[in-house]
């Protein structure tokens, strides 16, 4: 069974500010791991993904996330928080078989405060 | 390349009624996915296709609920005799055969409101 598991439902920075996004991923096997945005009425866009290559994996607008085993983390930051990233955050789990069904956290919506 | 489609964007029906929503994937993704998010819940898995045969079925996607992909396109999603808890947003996605690209591209959504 996958699951993962976002800390914390709402996170608020100043602009700025460092952004740190929790999540923590339960797997059996191997996983792959995704970081998503979603911006209010709109779609999921991929931010950022693991597939078992370098663990310090960077994405669009800045966001970069450390695949730790040992932790079953993959923690989402950003250096400095800028207005245009208020959005919810969602982390996701799958791995290599067939159907490669996504599992995903409830979300984290990030607040960024001028 | 215009990414994945969804229509409409927005639906509202009244308890009872049947609804129907399209999926246009992006082209050559031979896999398509549909999810449903309730308010403050990240995307469920529903079901999916392997070109234009289904290939698993969520226990959510009760009998009321019924996809089909019929030339390995486009891929409907219909729910008969609505409920008020059938309302959220459904969401699409695309993948290419999942042994080169696993990544899965999303669409902007239907919302469904049943009143």
């Known amino acids: 069974a996958q699951s993962v598991t976002q800390l914390g439902s709402h996170v608020s920075v100043s602009e700025g500010a460092l952004v740190l996004l929790r999540c923590n991923y339960s797997s059996s096997v191997p996983p792959y791991l995704f970081w998503y945005v979603q911006y209010p009425n709109q779609g999921l866009q991929l931010l950022l993904k693991y597939t078992s290559a370098a663990t310090l994996v960077k994405g669009i607008n800045g966001f970069e996330a450390e695949f730790k085993k040992s932790e079953t983390s993959f923690h989402l930051t950003k250096p400095s928080a800028h207005m245009s990233d208020a959005a919810e955050y969602f982390c996701?789990?799958?791995?290599?078989?067939?159907?490669?069904?996504?599992?995903f956290g409830t979300g984290t919506s990030l607040t960024v405060i001028p | 390349d215009t990414g994945v489609s969804q229509d409409p964007r927005h639906k509202i029906t009244k308890r009872g009624q049947n609804v129907t929503f399209r999926c246009d994937p992006i082209?050559?993704?031979?896999?398509l996915y549909w999810y449903r998010q309730t308010l403050g819940q990240g995307p469920e898995f529903l079901t999916y296709f392997q070109n234009e045969a289904q290939l698993e079925k969520s226990r959510l996607l009760s009998d009321r609920f019924s996809a089909e992909r019929p030339k390995g396109s486009f891929s409907t999603l219909e729910i008969q005799r609505t409920e008020q808890g059938d309302s959220a947003m459904y969401l699409c996605a695309s993948s290419f055969d999942p042994r080169f690209e696993e990544t899965q591209y999303f669409g902007p959504g239907t919302r469904l409101l049943v009143l």
């Open positions: 082209s050559e993704h031979n896999r």
């Open positions: 996701a789990v799958t791995h290599e078989a067939p159907g490669n069904q996504f599992y």
